[in-house]
Protein backbone atom coordinates (compact mmCIF):
# COMPACT_ATOMS: atom_id res chain seq x y z
CA UNK A 1 0.00 0.00 0.00
CA UNK A 2 1.25 3.67 -0.60
CA UNK A 3 2.05 5.67 2.03
CA UNK A 4 2.65 8.71 1.23
CA UNK A 5 4.01 10.11 4.48
CA UNK A 6 6.88 7.88 3.92
CA UNK A 7 8.07 9.59 1.39
CA UNK A 8 8.10 13.58 0.50
CA UNK A 9 6.08 14.07 -3.29
CA UNK A 10 8.82 14.67 -5.51
CA UNK A 11 11.31 12.23 -3.99
CA UNK A 12 8.21 9.71 -4.58
CA UNK A 13 7.67 11.08 -7.74
CA UNK A 14 11.12 10.56 -8.95
CA UNK A 15 10.83 6.85 -7.59
CA UNK A 16 7.96 6.47 -9.85
CA UNK A 17 9.43 7.85 -13.31
CA UNK A 18 11.68 5.12 -13.63
CA UNK A 19 8.32 2.87 -13.77
CA UNK A 20 7.10 4.99 -16.25
CA UNK A 21 10.00 5.01 -18.26
CA UNK A 22 10.90 1.30 -18.04
CA UNK A 23 7.10 1.26 -19.83
CA UNK A 24 8.34 2.77 -23.18
CA UNK A 25 6.28 5.93 -23.11
CA UNK A 26 6.14 8.00 -25.46
CA UNK A 27 4.96 11.56 -25.50
CA UNK A 28 6.01 15.45 -24.20
CA UNK A 29 5.94 16.47 -20.45
CA UNK A 30 2.54 17.86 -18.82
CA UNK A 31 4.17 19.12 -15.37
CA UNK A 32 0.99 20.53 -13.62
CA UNK A 33 0.67 19.28 -10.44
CA UNK A 34 -2.55 17.51 -9.73
CA UNK A 35 -5.27 17.64 -6.92
CA UNK A 36 -4.12 16.42 -3.42
CA UNK A 37 -6.84 15.39 -0.43
CA UNK A 38 -4.02 14.80 1.87
CA UNK A 39 -5.55 11.69 2.85
CA UNK A 40 -6.02 9.84 -0.38
CA UNK A 41 -9.01 10.68 -0.56
CA UNK A 42 -11.14 8.11 1.18
CA UNK A 43 -10.93 10.14 4.32
CA UNK A 44 -9.06 7.64 6.37
CA UNK A 45 -5.76 9.36 6.45
CA UNK A 46 -3.58 6.25 6.03
CA UNK A 47 -2.47 7.57 2.35
CA UNK A 48 -4.15 5.22 0.27
CA UNK A 49 -4.74 6.83 -3.66
CA UNK A 50 -8.17 6.67 -4.16
CA UNK A 51 -8.56 6.26 -8.54
CA UNK A 52 -12.36 6.47 -9.58
CA UNK A 53 -12.16 4.62 -13.04
CA UNK A 54 -15.28 4.78 -15.71
CA UNK A 55 -15.39 2.03 -17.93
CA UNK A 56 -17.37 2.26 -20.97
CA UNK A 57 -19.29 -0.67 -20.50
CA UNK A 58 -18.85 -5.06 -21.24
CA UNK A 59 -19.14 -4.58 -25.10
CA UNK A 60 -16.36 -6.78 -26.14
CA UNK A 61 -13.81 -9.57 -25.07
CA UNK A 62 -11.06 -6.40 -25.57
CA UNK A 63 -13.24 -4.46 -22.73
CA UNK A 64 -13.38 -7.52 -20.25
CA UNK A 65 -9.66 -7.86 -20.60
CA UNK A 66 -9.24 -4.13 -19.86
CA UNK A 67 -11.27 -4.41 -16.88
CA UNK A 68 -9.45 -7.53 -15.58
CA UNK A 69 -6.09 -5.29 -16.37
CA UNK A 70 -7.48 -2.63 -14.27
CA UNK A 71 -8.90 -4.05 -11.39
CA UNK A 72 -5.54 -6.51 -10.66
CA UNK A 73 -3.11 -3.53 -11.49
CA UNK A 74 -4.78 -1.47 -8.91
CA UNK A 75 -4.61 -4.26 -6.53
CA UNK A 76 -1.22 -5.32 -7.12
CA UNK A 77 -0.30 -0.81 -6.42
CA UNK A 78 -2.04 -1.15 -3.49
CA UNK A 79 -4.30 1.74 -4.87
CA UNK A 80 -7.94 1.69 -3.95
CA UNK A 81 -10.17 1.51 -6.83
CA UNK A 82 -13.82 2.91 -7.18
CA UNK A 83 -15.17 0.86 -10.17
CA UNK A 84 -18.12 2.46 -12.65
CA UNK A 85 -19.41 0.15 -15.53
CA UNK A 86 -21.41 2.72 -18.02
CA UNK A 87 -22.98 0.46 -20.20
CA UNK A 88 -22.00 2.44 -23.26
CA UNK A 89 -23.90 5.15 -22.27
CA UNK A 90 -22.56 8.95 -21.74
CA UNK A 91 -24.84 10.25 -19.36
CA UNK A 92 -23.75 7.22 -16.77
CA UNK A 93 -19.82 8.20 -17.63
CA UNK A 94 -20.74 11.98 -16.74
CA UNK A 95 -22.81 10.44 -13.63
CA UNK A 96 -20.23 8.90 -12.65
CA UNK A 97 -18.01 11.40 -13.03
CA UNK A 98 -19.34 13.49 -11.12
CA UNK A 99 -19.87 10.63 -7.78
CA UNK A 100 -16.52 10.67 -8.17
CA UNK A 101 -16.00 14.57 -7.46
CA UNK A 102 -18.44 14.54 -4.59
CA UNK A 103 -16.37 11.65 -2.98
CA UNK A 104 -13.59 13.39 -3.53
CA UNK A 105 -10.86 10.78 -4.68
CA UNK A 106 -7.76 11.64 -5.98
CA UNK A 107 -7.38 10.86 -9.28
CA UNK A 108 -10.03 9.52 -12.12
CA UNK A 109 -9.06 8.03 -14.83
CA UNK A 110 -11.74 6.88 -17.70
CA UNK A 111 -12.87 5.50 -20.98
CA UNK A 112 -14.84 7.81 -23.04
CA UNK A 113 -17.49 6.49 -24.28
CA UNK A 114 -17.50 9.10 -27.28
CA UNK A 115 -15.19 11.83 -27.60
CA UNK A 116 -17.31 14.83 -27.88
CA UNK A 117 -19.38 16.55 -25.14
CA UNK A 118 -16.85 16.43 -22.18
CA UNK A 119 -15.89 19.30 -21.45
CA UNK A 120 -18.29 20.51 -18.64
CA UNK A 121 -17.92 17.57 -16.29
CA UNK A 122 -14.13 18.00 -17.44
CA UNK A 123 -14.03 21.35 -15.74
CA UNK A 124 -15.82 20.60 -13.09
CA UNK A 125 -12.83 17.83 -12.22
CA UNK A 126 -10.09 20.59 -12.80
CA UNK A 127 -11.89 22.97 -10.48
CA UNK A 128 -12.18 20.30 -7.92
CA UNK A 129 -9.06 20.07 -7.90
CA UNK A 130 -8.99 16.27 -8.77
CA UNK A 131 -6.32 15.32 -11.84
CA UNK A 132 -7.78 13.34 -14.51
CA UNK A 133 -6.25 10.50 -16.70
CA UNK A 134 -8.01 9.32 -20.61
CA UNK A 135 -7.58 5.74 -20.83
CA UNK A 136 -8.10 3.98 -24.27
CA UNK A 137 -9.89 6.31 -26.03
CA UNK A 138 -9.49 10.29 -26.59
CA UNK A 139 -12.02 13.37 -25.92
CA UNK A 140 -11.98 15.97 -28.95
CA UNK A 141 -11.51 18.88 -25.88
CA UNK A 142 -9.62 22.07 -27.40
CA UNK A 143 -8.75 22.81 -23.81
CA UNK A 144 -6.55 19.94 -23.42
CA UNK A 145 -5.30 21.46 -19.66
CA UNK A 146 -8.76 19.36 -18.72
CA UNK A 147 -6.93 16.33 -18.50
CA UNK A 148 -3.69 15.56 -17.78
CA UNK A 149 -2.41 12.82 -20.20
CA UNK A 150 -3.85 9.80 -21.76
CA UNK A 151 -2.14 6.32 -22.10
CA UNK A 152 -4.21 4.09 -25.45
CA UNK A 153 -3.48 2.94 -28.71
CA UNK A 154 -2.90 4.97 -32.33
CA UNK A 155 -6.21 4.01 -33.47
CA UNK A 156 -5.43 5.92 -37.15
CA UNK A 157 -2.58 3.78 -37.50
CA UNK A 158 -4.80 0.30 -36.71
CA UNK A 159 -7.08 1.55 -39.55
CA UNK A 160 -4.10 2.12 -42.29
CA UNK A 161 -2.16 -1.14 -41.25
CA UNK A 162 -5.49 -2.89 -41.97
CA UNK A 163 -5.57 -0.72 -45.15
CA UNK A 164 -2.41 -1.16 -46.05
CA UNK A 165 -2.22 -5.21 -45.79
CA UNK A 166 -5.65 -5.21 -48.29
CA UNK A 167 -4.34 -3.05 -50.41
CA UNK A 168 -1.01 -5.38 -50.87
CA UNK A 169 -3.38 -8.47 -50.55
CA UNK A 170 -5.63 -7.49 -53.59
CA UNK A 171 -2.81 -5.91 -55.87
CA UNK A 172 -3.42 -8.25 -58.68
CA UNK A 173 -7.25 -7.38 -58.37
CA UNK A 174 -8.06 -6.16 -62.22
CA UNK A 175 -11.96 -5.10 -61.01
CA UNK A 176 -13.94 -3.35 -58.55
CA UNK A 177 -13.18 -5.13 -54.56
CA UNK A 178 -16.08 -4.70 -52.70
CA UNK A 179 -15.39 -3.82 -48.99
CA UNK A 180 -18.57 -3.65 -46.38
CA UNK A 181 -17.28 -1.90 -43.21
CA UNK A 182 -18.52 -2.75 -39.46
CA UNK A 183 -17.81 0.52 -37.82
CA UNK A 184 -17.20 0.63 -33.80
CA UNK A 185 -19.69 3.04 -31.32
CA UNK A 186 -20.69 5.91 -33.47
CA UNK A 187 -18.90 9.06 -32.15
CA UNK A 188 -16.26 6.90 -30.69
CA UNK A 189 -12.85 7.55 -30.80
CA UNK A 190 -11.62 3.73 -31.99
CA UNK A 191 -14.33 3.98 -34.61
CA UNK A 192 -13.56 7.92 -36.22
CA UNK A 193 -10.11 7.02 -36.24
CA UNK A 194 -10.00 3.37 -37.68
CA UNK A 195 -12.52 4.20 -40.29
CA UNK A 196 -10.28 7.26 -41.39
CA UNK A 197 -7.27 5.18 -41.53
CA UNK A 198 -8.40 2.66 -43.34
CA UNK A 199 -10.09 5.02 -46.06
CA UNK A 200 -6.75 6.65 -46.39
CA UNK A 201 -4.81 3.30 -47.15
CA UNK A 202 -6.79 1.76 -49.36
CA UNK A 203 -7.55 5.22 -51.83
CA UNK A 204 -3.90 3.75 -52.74
CA UNK A 205 -5.92 1.65 -55.21
CA UNK A 206 -9.08 2.81 -57.06
CA UNK A 207 -10.01 -0.93 -57.27
CA UNK A 208 -10.94 -0.81 -53.89
CA UNK A 209 -14.57 0.37 -52.56
CA UNK A 210 -16.77 0.57 -49.89
CA UNK A 211 -19.82 0.28 -50.87
CA UNK A 212 -21.79 0.21 -47.17
CA UNK A 213 -20.97 0.65 -43.80
CA UNK A 214 -22.63 1.32 -40.65
CA UNK A 215 -22.09 0.67 -37.16
CA UNK A 216 -22.65 -2.80 -35.02
CA UNK A 217 -21.59 -0.87 -31.65
CA UNK A 218 -18.60 -3.34 -31.04
CA UNK A 219 -20.48 -5.81 -30.13
CA UNK A 220 -21.26 -9.76 -31.16
CA UNK A 221 -25.07 -9.29 -31.80
CA UNK A 222 -24.59 -5.68 -33.40
CA UNK A 223 -22.11 -7.25 -36.00
CA UNK A 224 -24.31 -10.41 -36.70
CA UNK A 225 -27.25 -7.93 -37.65
CA UNK A 226 -25.68 -5.30 -39.53
CA UNK A 227 -23.83 -8.16 -41.73
CA UNK A 228 -26.63 -9.83 -42.49
CA UNK A 229 -28.35 -6.39 -43.71
CA UNK A 230 -24.79 -5.76 -45.91
CA UNK A 231 -25.77 -9.46 -47.28
CA UNK A 232 -29.53 -9.04 -48.50
CA UNK A 233 -28.33 -5.56 -49.90
CA UNK A 234 -25.24 -6.03 -51.72
CA UNK A 235 -24.99 -9.13 -54.05
CA UNK A 236 -21.63 -8.89 -54.47
CA UNK A 237 -19.28 -8.45 -51.13
CA UNK A 238 -15.51 -8.99 -51.22
CA UNK A 239 -13.91 -7.71 -48.31
CA UNK A 240 -15.27 -7.17 -44.57
CA UNK A 241 -13.47 -4.60 -42.37
CA UNK A 242 -14.45 -5.22 -38.75
CA UNK A 243 -13.70 -2.38 -36.48
CA UNK A 244 -13.15 -4.99 -33.58
CA UNK A 245 -12.86 -8.50 -33.54
CA UNK A 246 -16.46 -9.30 -31.69
CA UNK A 247 -18.64 -7.81 -34.52
CA UNK A 248 -16.02 -10.01 -36.99
CA UNK A 249 -17.46 -13.07 -34.59
CA UNK A 250 -20.62 -11.96 -34.75
CA UNK A 251 -20.41 -11.45 -38.44
CA UNK A 252 -18.88 -14.64 -39.39
CA UNK A 253 -22.60 -16.43 -38.09
CA UNK A 254 -24.68 -14.12 -40.73
CA UNK A 255 -21.63 -14.58 -43.60
CA UNK A 256 -22.30 -18.91 -42.80
CA UNK A 257 -25.77 -18.80 -42.48
CA UNK A 258 -26.22 -16.89 -46.22
CA UNK A 259 -23.59 -20.33 -47.64
CA UNK A 260 -20.77 -18.01 -47.82
CA UNK A 261 -17.32 -19.17 -46.38
CA UNK A 262 -15.87 -16.51 -44.20
CA UNK A 263 -11.99 -16.10 -44.79
CA UNK A 264 -12.65 -17.26 -48.92
CA UNK A 265 -15.59 -16.03 -50.32
CA UNK A 266 -15.01 -12.92 -48.13
CA UNK A 267 -11.87 -11.61 -46.74
CA UNK A 268 -11.54 -10.60 -43.40
CA UNK A 269 -10.05 -7.73 -41.49
CA UNK A 270 -10.43 -7.21 -38.03
CA UNK A 271 -8.81 -5.04 -34.90
CA UNK A 272 -8.19 -6.13 -31.47
CA UNK A 273 -6.53 -9.63 -31.24
CA UNK A 274 -8.12 -11.00 -28.08
CA UNK A 275 -8.52 -15.62 -28.20
CA UNK A 276 -11.70 -15.65 -29.95
CA UNK A 277 -10.09 -13.04 -33.04
CA UNK A 278 -6.98 -14.95 -32.83
CA UNK A 279 -8.64 -18.44 -32.99
CA UNK A 280 -10.96 -17.07 -36.06
CA UNK A 281 -7.80 -15.70 -37.81
CA UNK A 282 -6.34 -19.21 -37.00
CA UNK A 283 -8.39 -21.85 -37.96
CA UNK A 284 -8.84 -19.65 -41.41
CA UNK A 285 -11.92 -18.16 -41.23
CA UNK A 286 -10.61 -14.30 -40.31
CA UNK A 287 -7.62 -13.35 -42.90
CA UNK A 288 -5.69 -10.31 -40.85
CA UNK A 289 -6.02 -8.59 -37.18
CA UNK A 290 -3.98 -5.69 -35.88
CA UNK A 291 -3.92 -5.63 -32.71
CA UNK A 292 -4.83 -3.44 -29.94
CA UNK A 293 -3.54 -4.13 -26.42
CA UNK A 294 -6.19 -4.33 -23.11
CA UNK A 295 -3.71 -4.84 -20.95
CA UNK A 296 -3.14 -0.76 -19.64
CA UNK A 297 -3.76 -1.52 -15.94
CA UNK A 298 -0.15 -1.52 -15.07
CA UNK A 299 1.28 1.79 -16.94
CA UNK A 300 -2.34 3.46 -15.67
CA UNK A 301 -1.33 3.04 -12.28
CA UNK A 302 2.46 4.41 -12.54
CA UNK A 303 0.70 7.56 -14.71
CA UNK A 304 -1.90 7.52 -11.44
CA UNK A 305 1.14 7.52 -8.76
CA UNK A 306 2.73 10.14 -10.90
CA UNK A 307 -0.13 12.74 -11.15
CA UNK A 308 -0.92 12.41 -7.38
CA UNK A 309 2.01 12.98 -7.09
CA UNK A 310 2.14 16.23 -8.66
CA UNK A 311 5.37 14.70 -11.01
CA UNK A 312 5.65 15.47 -14.95
CA UNK A 313 3.92 12.83 -17.26
CA UNK A 314 3.86 12.47 -20.88
CA UNK A 315 1.07 14.17 -22.66
CA UNK A 316 0.48 11.04 -24.23
CA UNK A 317 1.93 7.54 -23.85
CA UNK A 318 0.97 4.60 -26.56
CA UNK A 319 1.02 1.27 -26.37
CA UNK A 320 2.86 -1.22 -28.24
CA UNK A 321 1.24 -2.97 -30.86
CA UNK A 322 1.74 -5.47 -34.15
CA UNK A 323 -0.57 -7.43 -36.89
CA UNK A 324 -1.33 -11.08 -37.27
CA UNK A 325 -1.90 -13.28 -40.47
CA UNK A 326 -3.04 -16.90 -40.11
CA UNK A 327 0.37 -18.11 -39.68
CA UNK A 328 1.27 -15.99 -37.17
CA UNK A 329 -2.20 -16.23 -35.23
CA UNK A 330 -1.03 -19.87 -35.07
CA UNK A 331 1.80 -19.32 -33.43
CA UNK A 332 1.09 -16.56 -31.15
CA UNK A 333 -2.26 -18.39 -30.04
CA UNK A 334 -0.64 -20.92 -27.31
CA UNK A 335 0.97 -17.97 -25.03
CA UNK A 336 -1.73 -15.19 -26.17
CA UNK A 337 -2.65 -13.72 -22.55
CA UNK A 338 -6.24 -12.71 -23.23
O1 LIG B 1 -11.67 1.39 -27.43
C1 LIG B 1 -11.17 0.15 -27.77
C2 LIG B 1 -12.22 -0.62 -28.50
O2 LIG B 1 -13.37 -0.73 -27.71
C3 LIG B 1 -11.86 -2.06 -28.84
O3 LIG B 1 -11.23 -2.20 -30.06
C4 LIG B 1 -13.20 -2.66 -28.91
O4 LIG B 1 -13.21 -4.06 -28.95
C5 LIG B 1 -13.81 -2.07 -27.71
O5 LIG B 1 -15.10 -2.29 -27.48
Redesign the pocket.
Known sequence: MLKTGTFTRRGLGTLLAAGLLAGGLVGCANSDTGGDSGDGGDGSGNGTIVLGFSQVGA??G??TANTTSVKEAAAEAGIELKFDDAQQKQENQIKAIRNFIQQKVDVIAFSPVVESGWDTVLKEAKDADIPVILT??AVDSADTSLYKTFIGSDFVKEGRLSGEWLVEEKKAATGPVNIVELQ?TTGSA?ANDRKKGFAEAIAANPNLKIVASQSGD?TRAGGKQVMEQFLKANPKIDVLFAH?D?MGLGALEAITAAGKVPGKDITIIT??AVKDGMQALADGKFNFIAE?SPLLGPQLMDLVKKVHAGESVPTRVETEETTFTQEQAKAALPTRKY
Request: hydrophobic share 20%; glycine share 8%; proline share 7%.
Open positions: ESWRDRGPFNDIDC
